[in-house]
């Protein structure tokens, strides 16, 4: 296949670059999809995740409940903080309950 640059989008139609336009957005939802599904199906209630976000940079959470898209995270060191957000932005962690406790994120 060519190479973006290589392809002069001036020189093409408009029916062209909308069919081209459709083929791109058309990859985009797939590829989005399939990542979602991963991650649905990776992470469970009661697990401990991270948060692709700079607001939640060094928190653990654990997960509450799940919906279709969406579901509610708890900070594992205090109650208190918790949101509901996109499962395409957990991070499911490898650590177990009690290595949390050692590390500190969790009292007891």
Known sequence: MA???EINLS??????LKSFRSR???????????????NKNSIRVGDFI???????????FRVTSMRRTKAS?????TSRESYTLP???????????????KLGYIKQ
Request: aromatic share 2%.
């Open 3 to 5: 190479n973006l640059n």
């Open 11 to 16: 020189n093409l139609s408009l029916e062209e």
């Open 24 to 38: 791109i957005n058309s990859e985009l939802n797939y590829r989005s999809h399939q990542t979602l599904i991963e």
């Open 50 to 60: 991270t948060v692709d976000n700079a607001k939640t940079h060094g928190k653990i």
């Open 73 to 77: 995270i708890e900070n594992v060191s």
């Open 87 to 101: 499962i395409s932005m957990m991070v499911k962690t490898n650590e177990t309950h009690s290595e949390l406790v």
